[in-house]
């Protein structure tokens, strides 16, 4: 009766006006009729995305890339049981073995004929693995005992979201230029050793179809501009900084003068970094200024809020997952009574333009809606995919990458920070100083920019990684990159190497006081660790509008690592061209 249902529905669909969307409805019905050792399909979903990207760098005004690419990327995956018990969740979910005919990337010139071919090879490869995995999957059963009964996949209404593809076209020239003229900046800054430009730009369309009836086609565009640099302390200590702008479309990015002036900035603060004191070891107030305090919301919240469900494993080898901070906290208060946290997908900035989390449809074919997270400082909700999890059944839409055992991961979008009581950002500053000499402290800190998407490079994240996880905490938090000390008369001074040590989400509750003034912070986020920029595969836009905020005591201190040897020859002049 089930099969004979979804067949119906995809049968039943309106006339879908897009060829690849057609093709998948035609391949998604006949394929409900394939069957192995007893086994039949009860679920299956086509997606593709198919676009193009230009990417393009430069140094010292010099270019180093600049191409541009096409493809097509198909994404397909066959559940066989049921909704109760399926081939899914297990160690064993997609481990394909035998040989393969199908294509991980198509033609980019297919037609409707080709379409339907790499679709049956697929689906033929993907639902042969389903089978052996479900196998697999009993007999491990027989050998556990599951503290909880969880079903594999929550069942979804069907959902029709069909959007017009905009017309953009690149432009290689005007890119190339400007990477190439804002590279050129840094060679007024001798100190920074290395530094680049990086442009990408991609035009995408996702297509998404399953046997329930859903059909998706949504425009996936993305420009980021990316400015990274590099310097060295007269210790041997590195040092590093960075920019990043993200939009749906290149004129969405700010404009040359604003970048000019970004860079400007950034650069003078590595430089003098360089000859900035050590940090030592604090626990006190910590004012978390602007753009921080949207990193560390982001990583506080982020991952905490998805919680995640160990796949069945053999006896004796479970699978470790990092846990929630949050899980059980359902009704608890996280943060301060006069704080409410909202995941809107459909938020908009004060001048009506869409903010960078923004989107129509989760990659599992669920339509999101805006989703209260805390409210009076109280936990509401979690991001949620159809992956049922301990207290929750059905998806909430926040299936925004792939994630791993057949399951999506769960991310946000927009997350908005809200502060009903709150005081100007220069009276925050004012109450920061007020509190330390209350407690008899010689200075505050102030964090002004965090690490985070981490810009390290692999081999330094690792040992990042290895130093954080040192400093206490299952989810630690990632390096801050610009940290003042603060006086009691107000006085600055620019401190280096400095981490915080068992910095988490319990935090929050101790929040003193935050701005009237609120700041928009768009990133990259991906699966990864610190969503190191680069790693993962797959990326997804966010964004976090937050007040600056004060916390009542944080712990920093400073790591003790080996630092590499300083070079001994001085580099070469850089002579800045006419």
């Given at each position: 009766?089930?099969?004979?249902?979804?067949?119906s529905?995809?049968?039943?669909?309106a006339?879908?006006d897009?060829?690849?969307?057609?093709a998948?409805?035609d391949e998604?019905d006949?394929?409900?009729?394939?069957?192995?050792a007893g086994e039949?399909?009860?679920?299956?979903?086509?997606a593709l995305?198919?676009?193009?990207?230009l990417?393009?760098?430069?140094?010292?005004?010099?270019?180093l890339l600049?191409?541009?690419?096409?493809?097509r990327?198909?994404?397909?995956?066959?559940?066989?049981?049921?909704?109760?018990?399926?081939?899914?969740?297990c160690?064993?979910?997609?481990?394909?073995r035998?040989?393969?005919?199908?294509n991980?990337?198509?033609?980019?010139?297919?037609?409707?004929n080709q379409?339907?071919q790499?679709l049956?090879l697929?689906?033929d490869?993907?639902y042969?693995?389903?089978?052996?995995?479900?196998?697999?999957?009993?007999?491990?059963m027989?050998n556990?005992n599951q503290?909880?009964k969880l079903?594999d996949?929550a069942?979804?209404?069907?959902?029709?979201?069909i959007?017009?593809?905009p017309?953009?076209k690149?432009?290689?020239?005007?890119?190339?230029?400007?990477?190439?003229s804002?590279?050129?900046?840094?060679?007024a800054?001798?100190?920074?050793?290395?530094?680049r430009?990086?442009y990408e730009?991609?035009?995408?369309?996702?297509?998404?179809?399953?046997?329930?009836?859903?059909?998706a086609?949504?425009?996936?565009?993305?420009v980021?501009l990316r400015?990274?640099?590099?310097?060295?302390?007269?210790d041997g200590?590195?040092?590093?900084d960075?920019?990043t702008?993200?939009?749906?479309e290149a004129?969405?990015?700010?404009?040359?003068?604003?970048l000019?002036?970004?860079i400007h900035e950034?650069?003078k603060?590595?430089?003098d970094?360089?000859?900035?004191?050590l940090?030592?070891?604090?626990?006190?107030p910590?004012?978390?200024?602007k753009?921080a305090?949207g990193?560390?919301?982001?990583?506080?919240?982020?991952?905490?809020?998805?919680?995640?469900?160990?796949?069945?494993?053999e006896p004796?080898?479970?699978?470790n997952?990092?846990?929630?901070?949050?899980?059980?906290r359902?009704g608890?208060?996280?943060?301060?009574?006069?704080?409410?946290?909202?995941?809107?997908?459909f938020?908009?900035d004060?001048?009506?333009?869409?903010?960078?989390?923004?989107?129509?449809?989760?990659?599992?074919?669920?339509?999101?809606?805006?989703l209260?997270?805390?409210t009076?400082g109280?936990?509401?909700?979690?991001?949620?995919?159809r992956?049922?999890?301990?207290?929750?059944?059905?998806?909430?839409?926040?299936a925004?990458?792939?994630?791993?055992?057949?399951?999506?991961?769960?991310?946000?979008?927009?997350?908005?920070?809200?502060a009903n009581?709150?005081?100007?950002?220069?009276?925050?500053?004012?109450?920061?100083?007020?509190?330390?000499?209350?407690?008899?402290?010689?200075?505050?800190?102030i964090?002004?920019?965090?690490?985070?998407p981490s810009?390290?490079?692999?081999?330094?994240?690792?040992r990042?990684?290895s130093?954080?996880?040192a400093?206490?905490?299952?989810?630690p938090?990632?390096?801050?990159l610009?940290?003042?000390?603060?006086?009691?008369?107000?006085r600055?001074e620019?401190?280096?190497?400095?981490?915080?040590?068992g910095?988490a989400?319990?935090?929050?509750r101790?929040?003193?006081?935050?701005?009237?003034?609120?700041?928009?912070y768009?990133?990259?986020v991906?699966?990864y660790p610190?969503?190191?920029?680069g790693?993962?595969?797959?990326?997804?836009?966010a964004?976090?509008?937050?007040p600056s905020?004060?916390?009542?005591?944080?712990?920093?201190d400073?790591?003790?690592?080996?630092?590499?040897?300083?070079?001994v020859v001085p580099?070469?002049?850089?002579?800045i061209?006419?």
């Amino acid at each position: 009766m089930l099969l004979v249902g979804a067949a119906s529905v995809a049968k039943g669909q309106a006339k879908l006006d897009d060829p690849i969307l057609e093709a998948m409805r035609d391949e998604l019905d006949r394929s409900l009729r394939l069957r192995i050792a007893g086994e039949t399909p009860y679920y299956i979903e086509y997606a593709l995305e198919q676009g193009s990207n230009l990417n393009c760098s430069a140094t010292l005004g010099g270019l180093l890339l600049s191409r541009t690419s096409s493809y097509r990327m198909p994404r397909v995956q066959v559940r066989v049981g049921n909704y109760d018990f399926d081939n899914t969740n297990c160690v064993y979910t997609g481990m394909v073995r035998g040989a393969r005919f199908d294509n991980e990337n198509w033609p980019l010139e297919a037609d409707n004929n080709q379409i339907r071919q790499d679709l049956w090879l697929a689906t033929d490869r993907n639902y042969k693995a389903a089978v052996e995995t479900l196998s697999l999957k009993r007999a491990a059963m027989k050998n556990i005992n599951q503290a909880e009964k969880l079903n594999d996949f929550a069942k979804q209404a069907p959902a029709l979201k069909i959007l017009p593809i905009p017309k953009l076209k690149f432009d290689e020239k005007r890119s190339n230029d400007r990477v190439r003229s804002l590279s050129a900046l840094f060679t007024a800054y001798p100190k920074i050793l290395d530094s680049r430009v990086e442009y990408e730009e991609g035009l995408a369309t996702a297509y998404f179809g399953n046997t329930e009836g859903t059909f998706a086609r949504t425009p996936e565009n993305l420009v980021s501009l990316r400015v990274r640099a590099e310097a060295l302390a007269a210790d041997g200590t590195p040092l590093r900084d960075y920019l990043t702008f993200h939009a749906f479309e290149a004129v969405g990015l700010p404009s040359d003068a604003q970048l000019t002036a970004a860079i400007h900035e950034m650069a003078k603060r590595l430089t003098d970094l360089c000859d900035a004191p050590l940090g030592e070891s604090y626990s006190g107030p910590v004012l978390f200024e602007k753009e921080a305090a949207g990193q560390l919301l982001a990583q506080l919240f982020g991952g905490n809020l998805s919680p995640l469900r160990a796949p069945i494993s053999e006896p004796g080898r479970p699978v470790n997952l990092p846990p929630s901070d949050l899980e059980g906290r359902i009704g608890s208060r996280i943060m301060p009574e006069y704080f409410e946290v909202t995941d809107d997908p459909f938020a908009k900035d004060a001048q009506g333009r869409r903010l960078f989390g923004c989107y129509e449809i989760d990659m599992e074919g669920v339509i999101p809606k805006a989703l209260p997270i805390v409210t009076k400082g109280t936990l509401k909700n979690f991001f949620l995919t159809r992956q049922p999890v301990r207290g929750f059944e059905g998806s909430n839409g926040r299936a925004r990458l792939p994630g791993s055992f057949g399951a999506s991961s769960a991310l946000m979008s927009n997350l908005i920070v809200k502060a009903n009581e709150s005081v100007p950002l220069a009276q925050l500053k004012a109450k920061l100083l007020e509190t330390i000499k209350q407690r008899n402290k010689p200075y505050g800190i102030i964090v002004r920019k965090i690490d985070f998407p981490s810009s390290a490079s692999i081999g330094e994240f690792r040992r990042l990684a290895s130093m954080l996880q040192a400093g206490g905490g299952t989810r630690p938090v990632a390096l801050p990159l610009a940290t003042y000390k603060v006086y009691p008369d107000g006085r600055e001074e620019l401190i280096r190497g400095m981490r915080f040590r068992g910095l988490a989400v319990r935090a929050m509750r101790d929040i003193l006081a935050a701005s009237t003034e609120t700041h928009q912070y768009d990133l990259l986020v991906n699966t990864y660790p610190l969503a190191l920029m680069g790693a993962g595969g797959f990326v997804t836009g966010a964004t976090v509008v937050s007040p600056s905020l004060l916390f009542d005591e944080v712990d920093m201190d400073r790591p003790q690592e080996e630092r590499p040897s300083a070079p001994v020859v001085p580099p070469p002049p850089i002579e800045i061209a006419k």
